[in-house]
């Protein structure tokens, strides 16, 4: 014959499981009353402690927390800027009859040197 498996107490998990059933079974009804009375005073419990405190209870507050630490300078609007005074110059500027104007002959005049030294330079090449 061949070998016997002997069932090595893998019976006693079947054992348990068949006893809590009929524990189950046999204490429906308490257990079921018991759920139902616990809701009870579940619910009876909320509107005892309304009437104790009808206020309710004040929150614990938190410490204040530090602000962040900004990584961007923040914008100011145009109105925030300060006004500065209008700049004066160190020295008196010099007369207009002196400073350069660009007027049509002096304009015809550079273009035509540049052309002069773009030939000389184009043709030296």
Same mark, same amino acid.
């Given at each position: 014959? +061949?070998?016997?498996? !002997?069932? @090595?107490?893998?019976?006693?998990?079947?054992?348990?499981? /068949? $006893?809590? =059933?009929?524990?189950?079974?046999?204490?429906? *009804?308490?257990?079921?009353?018991g759920? $139902?009375?616990?809701?009870?005073?579940? $619910?009876?419990w909320?509107? $005892?402690?309304? &009437?104790? @405190?009808?206020? +309710?209870?004040?929150? !614990? *507050?938190?410490?204040?927390?530090?602000? #962040?630490?900004? %990584?961007?300078?923040?914008?100011?609007?145009?109105?925030?800027?300060? =006004?500065? #005074?209008? %700049? %004066?110059?160190?020295?008196? /500027? #010099?007369?207009? &009859?002196?400073? #350069?104007?660009? %007027?049509?002959a002096?304009?015809? @005049?550079?273009?035509?040197?540049? &052309? &002069?030294? *773009?030939k000389?330079?184009d043709?030296v090449?």
């Amino acid at each position: 014959m +061949g070998k016997s498996r !002997k069932n @090595h107490g893998a019976s006693g998990g079947l054992v348990f499981a /068949l $006893i809590v =059933v009929s524990l189950v079974v046999a204490f429906w *009804q308490w257990i079921v009353f018991g759920i $139902i009375l616990c809701a009870f005073f579940r $619910i009876l419990w909320v509107y $005892i402690s309304k &009437d104790a @405190h009808p206020y +309710g209870t004040q929150k !614990k *507050q938190r410490p204040q927390r530090p602000q #962040p630490v900004r %990584t961007r300078p923040v914008a100011k609007g145009v109105a925030d800027a300060p =006004v500065r #005074p209008k %700049t %004066t110059p160190a020295r008196e /500027l #010099p007369s207009p &009859d002196y400073l #350069p104007r660009w %007027t049509a002959a002096r304009r015809f @005049h550079s273009d035509r040197e540049h &052309d &002069d030294w *773009q030939k000389r330079f184009d043709s030296v090449v």
